[in-house]
């Protein structure tokens, strides 16, 4: 059973106009989530990334917000620009040793 | 500073074929992960060394896969008996010493089909 799920396969937003990525995870241990943004051909490269004892992290058009009584975090991406136009992957650390569980991905798209 | 390598880039192979892939991790960097990616899937976790030795291979799916990291740089997943359903982009990340919160850098995958 998948223990961080991302239910948007995709979304599509006008360029300026903010980006809202979802994440669901189910187990309360988790201590960090991170979120990992992948173009095609290219592996992951970090984005921003939250502690589960903070309810918000910012980085300059990116904020992460993190509601733990739901087992929920978002990314919000503002304002959106076409460069932002990747695959956006939720994963959670539960461990000391930093294995992360991943999501299946939202695949963005910023139009002009 | 050079990032996460890997190589080959691509490798195709048939059914039952022996497979190597390469991960050259940023100089300095102690912990070492190899994850694999299926279509339309997220990267699945195989396994993590600290240095030199496997501290946690429960991602591995079976005894076809193994991984060695001999001196604690580089790493060389290995792959026997290979298998269609093995067809996926192998990645591999590196962190600076592995510690919670610590971020991992990757690689850009070596993507394997299987015929």
């Known amino acids: 059973d998948q223990q961080v799920k991302q239910n948007s396969p995709s979304l599509s937003v006008q360029e300026g106009r903010i980006s809202i990525l979802n994440c669901d995870y189910t187990?309360?241990?988790?201590?960090?989530f991170l979120w990992y943004k992948k173009y095609p051909a290219e592996g992951p490269t970090f984005l921003i990334s939250?502690?589960?004892?903070?309810d918000k992290n910012e980085d300059g058009r990116f904020t992460v917000f993190l509601n733990k009584s739901a087992k929920h975090l978002s990314l919000h991406i503002v304002p959106s620009q076409p460069g932002d136009s990747a695959v956006y992957f939720c994963?959670?650390?539960?461990?000391?040793?930093?294995?992360?569980?991943f999501g299946k991905g939202t695949k963005l798209s910023v139009k002009p | 500073g050079a990032g996460v390598s890997q190589t080959p880039s691509n490798k195709v192979t048939e059914k039952g074929k022996y497979v190597e892939l390469r991960c050259d991790p940023i100089?300095?960097?102690?912990?070492l992960y190899w994850y694999r990616q299926s279509l339309g899937q997220g990267p699945e976790f195989l396994i993590y060394?600290?240095?030199?030795?496997?501290?946690?291979d429960s991602g591995l799916p079976n005894d076809r896969f193994f991984a060695v990291r001999p001196e604690g740089s580089v790493s060389t997943l290995k792959i026997q008996r290979t298998e269609r359903g093995d067809s996926a982009v192998y990645l591999c990340?590196?962190?600076?010493?592995?510690?919670?919160?610590?971020?991992?850098?990757f690689g850009p995958g070596t993507r394997l089909l299987v015929l």
């Open positions: 990340a590196s962190s600076y010493q592995g510690g919670a919160g610590e971020t991992q850098y």
């Open positions: 187990n309360s241990m988790f201590d960090y």
């Open positions: 939250i502690s589960s004892i903070k």
């Open positions: 994963a959670a650390e539960g461990g000391s040793q930093g294995n992360l569980i």
């Open positions: 100089s300095g960097h102690t912990a």
């Open positions: 060394f600290q240095g030199t030795g496997a501290a946690d």
